[in-house]
């Protein structure tokens, strides 16, 4: 499966080192699409979920109110939670689920800086997309005289069905010894699918790009066509820069890369594509 997409959109303002960084998140169920007849669990009643941004070492303070029928809990990808093991939101190991109409507080210290994100930790919950970007900013990034401007692109994968009434019996079915995952109907991007995701450069030609793969099985190999990548992050670690043509990202991975929009070259564009004004950017699963 591969999908095409132009891009870029704008970040927002970020808080002051040592700030307390509060945030509410209602979690509930929403239709996202007029096309399909499928709830989804979402955050903030978006998909997905509203961006958190915070700078290292700062106090994240993030309420959750459960207005689900089910119990919930929200993991926090990527944070250490060093002396704070019981606000790393896992059922069962870490915390009691919240109940339906309760509410839960986290409190922890934002560390380490990078490229981090949060989903649901309950039964399916996020295999039916309680999913959300949180981002540790560095007072001084580690590259950032390499671009002008930055963008985020989460990637999940899409069924049709429910986790709970048919993925998740069919995955875990005594018939399926071969463990074989199922196969997504599509793919997602910033809660769009693919084809729909067009948003302007406006003029800027050095981007940072990070990618983080919410999808629940898929891998993707990403590419843009006609341009090197610059390699700046893994997860939440910083690398001396290099270059490759395409990478693969697997589940729960982030990967951040900066472009230069004057490298472009026509020859490393697929044969099919018409010269264009355009960039496009292939996930492919």
Request: some cysteine; glycine content about 6%; hydrophobic content about 40%.
């Amino acid at each position: 499966m591969e999908i095409l997409l132009l891009f870029l959109t704008g970040m927002s303002a970020m808080t002051t080192e040592g700030a307390i960084v509060s945030q509410t998140l209602i979690i509930g169920t929403i239709l996202p699409y007029p096309t399909s007849q499928k709830p989804i669990v979402a955050v903030n009643y978006s998909f997905s979920g509203p961006l958190i941004e915070a700078y290292e070492n700062d106090t994240l303070l993030i309420r959750v109110i459960n207005k689900l029928a089910q119990s919930t809990t929200v993991h926090w990808h990527g944070i250490f939670q060093i002396g704070t093991s019981d606000m790393n939101g896992t059922t069962g190991a870490t915390q009691c689920a919240i109940p339906p109409s309760g509410e839960m507080t986290y409190k922890f210290r934002a560390y380490p800086a990078g490229t981090a994100w949060y989903h649901g930790h309950h039964l399916d919950q996020y295999a039916d997309r309680l999913i959300g970007v949180l981002i540790i900013r560095r007072q001084v990034e580690p590259n950032q005289e390499q671009y002008d401007t930055e963008r985020i692109l989460m990637v999940s994968d899409w069924y049709n069905d429910l986790a709970q009434t048919k993925l998740l019996s069919w995955y875990l079915s005594k018939y399926n010894t071969k463990g074989i995952e199922p196969i997504p109907d599509a793919i997602v991007v910033n809660g769009k699918f693919s084809r729909s995701l067009f948003v302007k450069t406006s003029g800027a030609t050095r981007i940072r790009f990070s990618i983080i793969n919410a999808a629940s099985f898929s891998m993707y190999t990403v590419s843009i066509d006609g341009l090197p990548l610059h390699i700046i992050e893994l997860d939440q670690t910083p690398v001396v820069p290099y270059t490759v043509s395409s990478f693969m990202i697997n589940a729960a991975q982030r990967v951040s890369f900066y472009v230069n929009l004057n490298e472009f070259d026509q020859n490393f564009v697929p044969p099919d594509v018409p010269p264009t004004k355009s960039i496009y950017i292939r996930f492919k699963s």
